[in-house]
C-alpha cells in the first residue's frame, strides 16, 4: 500500500482503538469506543465497523483516494490468512468470518492481525526491539502472550497459536487457570494474578474491581510491605521460569517487557534479569528491556501488517 494514511484498528477487552498510521508510526484521528463485550456478538463487529468507516472516510479525506484496506487486530485466536476469528471467549466469536464482515460493512477491504503479533511487528520496527536479530515481545496484562519477530519476520505457526507464554506450567503453583489446566504462569504472574493474589493474602484490593493495579503491589513490596514482596517475588519467580523455556527454545537476543505491567520498570524488570540470569546455562542471556511505544503499539503494528512501510526516519 502507498497510502500515508493507514486505517488501524486496534480491537481490546475494553476498548476498541483506531486511528490514521503514517510513515515513521505518526497517528491522528484517534478514536476511541468502549468494546462492549457484555452486549453481544454483533454490537461489538457493528462497533469496530463504525470506527473502520470513520477512519476510511478520514484517510480518503487526507490522502484524495480511499484506502485499499483497513487493518484490523483482535486478540484471541486467529486465522489471518482466512481473515477468522477462531476463539476469542470473551467476544463470543468462534470461527467466525470477521474479515469478510467487517470488509462488507466498511465498504474496504479488511487486514486481520492478531493483536500480539503486531504488537511485536511495531517494537521490531520502531520500538525497544529494533535492531534485534530475534526479538520476543511478552505484554502482561490481564494475561500473558508473546510475539516472536525473526530478522523481520513475524513468526505466525501452523495454526496461529504460537507463544501462549501464559500458559507455561509452573511446577510449584496449583492455582486453577480458565484454559482448563492447572499451574499456568498467567495465574501467577499477569498483573491481573499480581493484584487478585495480593488481595487474596491481605484483604486490601489494590485498584478497582475493573483495573486491579499490580504497580501498586510492587511499589509495596519495595517500602517493605512482606505481602506485597512475596506476591511480587513469586510473579518474577514464575516469569523468569517461564522466559527460560523461551531462551532455550527461540534463543532471542532481546526479550522486550510490554504491556501494564511494564510500567513498574526497574522494579519489575531488574530482578527478572536477575532470575533469569540464574537459570541460564548454556543459553545466551538476552537483552530484557521494557517496551517503547505503549498503547500505540497494536496501531502502529496493525498498519505495518496491512502494507505500511514504517521507518524510523
Known amino acids: 500500500m502507498s497510502e500515508q494514511a493507514i486505517p488501524a484498528i486496534d480491537v481490546g477487552g475494553t476498548l476498541i482503538k483506531g486511528g490514521l498510521v503514517g510513515p515513521g508510526g505518526s497517528i491522528r484521528n484517534r478514536i476511541t469506543r468502549p468494546t462492549g463485550t457484555r452486549d453481544g456478538h454483533r454490537s461489538i463487529v457493528d462497533r469496530i465497523a463504525a470506527v473502520g468507516r470513520e477512519l476510511a472516510a478520514a484517510a480518503a479525506e487526507a490522502t484524495g483516494r480511499r484506502p485499499s484496506a483497513v487493518g484490523v487486530a483482535i486478540p484471541g485466536l486467529v486465522d489471518e490468512a482466512r481473515g477468522r476469528a477462531m476463539l476469542a471467549a470473551n467476544f463470543d466469536w468462534s470461527d467466525y468470518p470477521i474479515a469478510a464482515a467487517l470488509a462488507d460493512l466498511i465498504g474496504t477491504p479488511v487486514v486481520l492481525s492478531h493483536d500480539v503479533t503486531v504488537g511485536a511487528l511495531a517494537e521490531y520496527s520502531l520500538g525497544a526491539a529494533a535492531g534485534a536479530r530475534a526479538a520476543v515481545v511478552v505484554p502482561i496484562g490481564t494475561g500473558i502472550a508473546a510475539g516472536l519477530v525473526n530478522r523481520g519476520q513475524p513468526y505466525r505457526g501452523a495454526h496461529g497459536r504460537t507463544l501462549e507464554l501464559g500458559h507455561l506450567r509452573v511446577p510449584w503453583s496449583d492455582e486453577p487457570c480458565g484454559c482448563g489446566s492447572v499451574g499456568c504462569l498467567e495465574r501467577v504472574a499477569a498483573a491481573s494474578s499480581i493484584a487478585r493474589r495480593y488481595a487474596e493474602l491481605t484483604g486490601q484490593p489494590v485498584g478497582g474491581p475493573a483495573t486491579p493495579d499490580a504497580k501498586e503491589v510492587g511499589r509495596r513490596a519495595q517500602a517493605g510491605d512482606r ?26 537476543d532481546r526479550i522486550v517487557i510490554a504491556g501494564g505491567l511494564s510500567r513498574a520498570g526497574e522494579s519489575l524488570l531488574a530482578p527478572l534479569r536477575a532470575e533469569l540470569s540464574d537459570r541460564l546455562t548454556f543459553q545466551v542471556m538476552p537483552d530484557v528491556v521494557e517496551a517503547a511505544l505503549g498503547q500505540d503499539a497494536g496501531l502502529v503494528g496493525t498498519a505495518i501488517a496491512a502494507g505500511l512501510v514504517v521507518t524510523a526516519g
Open 227 to 252: 505481602a506485597a514482596a512475596q506476591v511480587w517475588h513469586d510473579a518474577v519467580r514464575a516469569l523468569a521460569e517461564g522466559l527460560v523455556t523461551v531462551v532455550t527454545l527461540l534463543d532471542p
